[in-house]
């Protein structure tokens, strides 16, 4: 019986991540979703590490990625520090606030189960989007960047995030 009722919150927990990501919706008159019209390419102040299909060390990305993705999906995380782990994280501050101040939101996490890197500054993420420590999103895919020598949530990620709502904001 128990197994049966946490069925049932499951559309809801997905509606509450829905509903996350709508809170974004109030901030598009104040800042546009990308740099670059939606490229999300990250390679503003990359460094170049020597191999060409990957970073110079991708086991220390890999946990870099891992760590940044946790810790920009953990509500607890302050806010100064979730615009640093953003690609163009001072652009989307006013979003990012937005977002953190949702109730629905503050119940959002995100678990990173595999990551592909695509490139020396670039990789796939596969991740769960957790509410309430119930799987909202398996195996959502988003990508990371590597900017000023961090990895960061990517703009098309987060622009992905709001998009699920079904609104257009305006660079996503």
Request: hydrophobic letters at 45%.
């Given at each position: 019986?128990?197994?049966r009722?946490r069925?049932?919150?499951?559309?809801?927990?997905?509606a509450?991540v829905?509903?996350?990501?709508?809170?974004?919706?109030?901030?598009?008159?104040?800042?546009s979703c990308s740099?670059d019209?939606g490229?999300?390419?990250?390679?503003?102040?990359?460094?170049?590490?020597?191999?060409?299909?990957?970073?110079?060390d991708?086991?220390?990305?890999?946990?870099?990625?891992?760590?940044?993705?946790?810790?920009?999906?953990?509500p607890?995380?302050?806010?100064?520090?979730?615009?640093?782990?953003?690609?163009n994280?001072d652009?989307?501050?006013?979003?990012?606030?937005?977002?953190?101040?949702?109730?629905?939101?503050g119940?959002?996490s995100a678990?990173?189960?595999?990551v592909?890197?695509?490139?020396?500054?670039?990789?796939e993420?596969t991740?769960?989007?957790?509410?309430?420590g119930?799987?909202?999103l398996?195996?959502?895919?988003?990508t990371?960047?590597?900017q000023?020598?961090?990895?960061?949530v990517?703009?098309?990620?987060?622009?992905?995030?709001?998009?699920?709502?079904?609104a257009?904001?305006?660079?996503?």
């Open positions: 019986m128990v197994l009722s069925r049932r919150l499951r559309p809801r927990r997905r509450a829905l509903a996350a990501a709508a809170t974004l919706l109030l901030a598009p008159a104040l800042v740099d019209g490229s999300g390419s990250g390679q503003s102040g990359t460094t170049a590490p020597a191999s060409a299909s990957g970073p110079a991708p086991v220390a990305a890999k946990a870099e990625i891992t760590r940044n993705w946790t810790a920009f999906f953990d607890k995380t302050p806010l100064n520090e979730r615009i640093e782990l953003l690609e994280g652009k989307m501050a006013p979003v990012i606030g937005a977002f953190a101040a949702d109730k629905t939101a119940l959002a678990k990173v189960t595999g592909t890197f695509t490139s020396p500054s670039g990789a993420v991740y769960d989007l957790l509410v309430g119930d799987t909202a398996p195996d959502a895919k988003g990371s960047v590597l000023n020598d961090t990895w960061k990517s703009v098309k990620t987060l622009c992905g995030l709001v998009q699920l709502s079904g257009q904001v305006p660079g996503c």
